[in-house]
């Protein structure tokens, strides 16, 4: 009997490989597409259109519109991250040294792409965690959740924060992101090598993104760790925004079109003399004007 094949079917994009993508169909098959003409910007968990071209091929012919889209960027380049995600996990720890500024970047990425973010901070068996803590509690007071982990104990208090979600993973390289991924998922491939203590930072591991079904209502897209976040793409206004502890004073300032940078009279600059914003957090943020070309 001949198979019937529909001319177009809607699925979603579970992993990709330069122009080459693996697209699931709604009752898990997985169809290796390649996409038509050259200016598609698909990236990984986009709902896409496409057409069978063989028994196990597809060609894929357009995007769905998405809910969300995570992006970083400098100031020559976007990178799209993910989509249609509806929650971030930040992962941190102590070891490699924790680079405040990229967590920072990564909450305000999401801030931007308005997505929620959920704070793990991984390798609590390590001693030095505690002084991790004021950071950690500065965080949460801005109302971010942390879930404090270490993989000794078992995986479901962060497995319950992750269910009912399309979650995204993502941090700095040897935080124990795949480590985490192959608790969460143990046939996962992810693979996980030992953090060379000579470099003071991890080695790369993942080199693009997977989306894996924790169960039937909870996804896990893990992504290869990074050093650098760039938040080019962000509006200036909307950076200030994505920064939830300046909201309060925004618009309080001598001058209408204060940049919070140096200016007299700034509210948000007199609220980080006052204690109210974090001393890093703005210097982050003129960081971010800097980069901008502002
Ligand atoms: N002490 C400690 N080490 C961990 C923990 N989780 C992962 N590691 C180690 O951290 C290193 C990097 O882990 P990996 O999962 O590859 O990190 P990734 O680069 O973020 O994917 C490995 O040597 C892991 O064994 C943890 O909870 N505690
Ligand atoms: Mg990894
Ligand atoms: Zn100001």
């Not at 479901?156 to 941090?171: D, K």
């Not at 060379?196 to 896990?220: F, Q, V």
């Not at 502890?245 to 940049?259: A, K």
């Not at 003129?286 to 070309?293: D, K, Q």
Request: proline share 4%.
């Amino acid at each position: 009997m001949k198979r019937l094949i529909p001319n177009h079917m809607v699925g979603c994009v579970i992993s990709s490989h330069g122009r080459n993508y693996i697209v699931e169909d709604p009752v898990k098959n997985h169809i290796s597409c390649v996409a038509k003409g050259h200016k598609q910007n698909i990236v990984i968990n986009d709902r896409v259109h496409y057409q069978m071209t063989s028994v196990n091929q597809g060609l894929i012919t357009g995007i769905e519109s998405r809910t969300s889209l995570l992006y970083r960027s400098d100031a020559y380049h976007q990178k799209m991250l993910v989509a249609n995600i509806d929650q971030v996990v930040a992962v941190t720890a102590v070891w490699p040294p924790l680079y405040e500024s990229l967590l920072s970047r990564i909450l305000l990425a999401a801030e931007a792409a308005r997505v929620s973010a959920l704070i793990v901070l991984n390798k609590t068996d390590l001693p030095e965690s505690k002084e991790a803590m004021p950071l950690m509690q500065y965080y949460e007071s801005l109302g971010y959740r942390l879930i404090k982990y270490s993989m000794n104990e078992p995986i479901s208090c962060l497995l319950n924060a992750l269910s009912g979600h399309t979650n995204f993973l993502i941090g700095q390289s040897g935080v124990g992101k795949s480590t985490l991924l192959n608790r969460l998922l143990p046939n996962a491939n992810a693979r996980t090598k030992e953090v060379s203590e000579t470099l003071r930072s991890g080695r790369h591991t993942t080199t693009h993104s997977t989306l894996h079904h924790l169960d039937a209502i909870t996804d896990l897209i893990d992504s290869p760790g990074l050093q650098e976040f760039g938040l080019a793409h962000v509006p200036l206004d909307e950076l200030v925004y994505a920064f939830i502890e300046f909201r309060p004073y925004i618009g309080q300032c001598r001058f209408s079109n204060c940049l919070h940078l140096i200016e007299p009279g700034c509210a948000v600059i007199e609220a980080v003399n006052n204690g109210k914003i974090r001393r890093s957090r703005h210097e982050l943020h003129v960081r971010l004007l800097t980069e901008s070309g502002s």
